[in-house]
Every structure is written in C-alpha cells, then in structure tokens.
Antibody
C-alpha cells in the first residue's frame, strides 16, 4: 500500500522556521519527482516546490512566493522528503501536502497533509 | 507564468444530471513534444486532492468512466455524465506543460442541488 505521511507542522511565530517531513512507502521513492503543495484555509491549491530524482540531477524548483525562503530536499536512504521553511510569514499558513505530482502517465500520490500556522 | 481560469466557480447539480467544468489557460499548453499536460483533480470535503485525468483525457486508475476530459490548445473541459453524491467536492485543473511552476485553476465547487 502506498503511503505518504507528512509531519512537523504546528504553530510558529512570524519570522520563524519549521521543517516538514514526508515519509514515503509502497512505491520506489528514488524514482519519483516529489512536490510540496499547500492549501491556505478555505482556499485553492498552490504548488510550492519540487525536487527531481538523483538520476535526473536532484535539482529543485520553487514557486515565486517561497523562493529564497523554502528549501526542498530528500533523503533516499530514508525514503523521506523534507521542506525547510525559513522567514515564515502569516500568508504561509496552510495545509502542506507532499505529492508525486506529475502530468504524465505515472501514479499520482498525495499525503493527508500537515497544518502550518504562522501567527503571533 | 500561465494563468488557469476555471468556470463556473460554483456548480449546483441535480443527482443523475450531467456537469461540465471549463478551464482556460492564458497560453497554449502544447508542449514541444506535441503533448498537452493538463490534469484534473478532485478534492472531496476533508480529503487530499486526487488526480482524475492526466494529459487532457486519460483517466487515472480507479476513476469511474462517468468522468471524461477533453480540449485542446487553451480550452479544456471536465465532464461528469451523471453526477452522484460522492462527486461532491472541489475540482481543479492544473497545467504541467510550462513548469516550473505547476499552476492550478481556482477550483470549482460542485454541490448537489
């Protein structure tokens, strides 16, 4: 059974940092480009960032609102995806999902999400 | 960046009746390989998103055949032939041609009339 399980969410002050994790199982993690997608309360979906496989260079891309503040990384030995979030703003408050998000005939998996609240 | 515009944003439908959601992109979604990378997602209340359709018209495994996707260039449509109660939720289109970034539409909320 495929599982993606996010953790690390919580309440943080503006300007603070948080690291999210996403533990993957049930599929070949090392072969998957992985993304983080967020959803502010009552709002739509927003792609945050993505990391390619090591085979494809392991490079990362980010959405403009988080570029320079967020970092996506992966540890293939632990089948885990990470999102390091620095200089957090109130507008970063959202449920953060990890996903194998893609546009091609590859399976598309999503975790249940973890809530990040940025507030003083 | 590409802008994805969905309509309507709210869609009340009677059970058993068809439903249609439009998605328009601000530029052509034809990739250099000739394919169009346009996805449709469903998000039921309280659940994570789930992809229904990839590359305009291909249903993901387990997706009922009452869901269909069509379109070309900049205009795309998701159709539900006969709406069932389990179809309630928000539907998003997403383009994966001009990544990064991946861009979602605003979402269309389908409810039962």
């Amino acid at each position: 059974e495929v599982q993606l399980v996010e953790s690390g969410g919580g309440l943080v002050n503006p300007g603070g940092s948080l690291r999210l994790s996403c533990a993957a199982s049930g599929f070949t993690f090392t072969d998957a480009w992985m993304s983080w997608v967020r959803q502010a309360p009552g709002k739509g979906l927003e792609w945050v960032g993505r990391i390619k496989t090591k085979t494809d260079g392991g490079t990362t891309d980010y959405a403009a609102p988080v570029k320079g503040r967020f970092t996506v990384s992966r540890d293939d030995s632990k089948n885990t995806l990470y999102l390091q979030m620095n200089s957090l703003k109130t507008e970063d408050t959202a449920v953060y999902y990890c996903s194998t998000l893609n546009g091609v005939p590859l399976n598309d998996y999503w975790g249940p999400g973890t809530l990040v609240t940025v507030s003083s | 960046d590409v802008v994805m515009t969905q309509s309507p944003l709210s869609l009340p439908v009677t059970l058993g009746q068809p439903a249609s959601i439009s998605c328009r992109s601000s530029q052509s979604l034809v990739y250099s390989d000739g394919n169009i990378y346009l996805n449709w997602f469903q998000q039921r209340p309280g659940q994570s998103p789930r992809r229904l359709i990839y590359m305009v018209s291909n249903r993901d495994s387990g997706v009922p055949d009452r869901f269909s996707g069509s379109g070309s260039g900049t205009d795309f449509t998701l159709k539900i032939s006969r709406v069932e109660a389990e179809d309630v939720g928000v539907y998003y289109c997403m383009e994966a041609t001009h990544w990064p970034p991946y861009t979602f539409g605003q979402g269309t909320k389908l409810e039962i009339k």
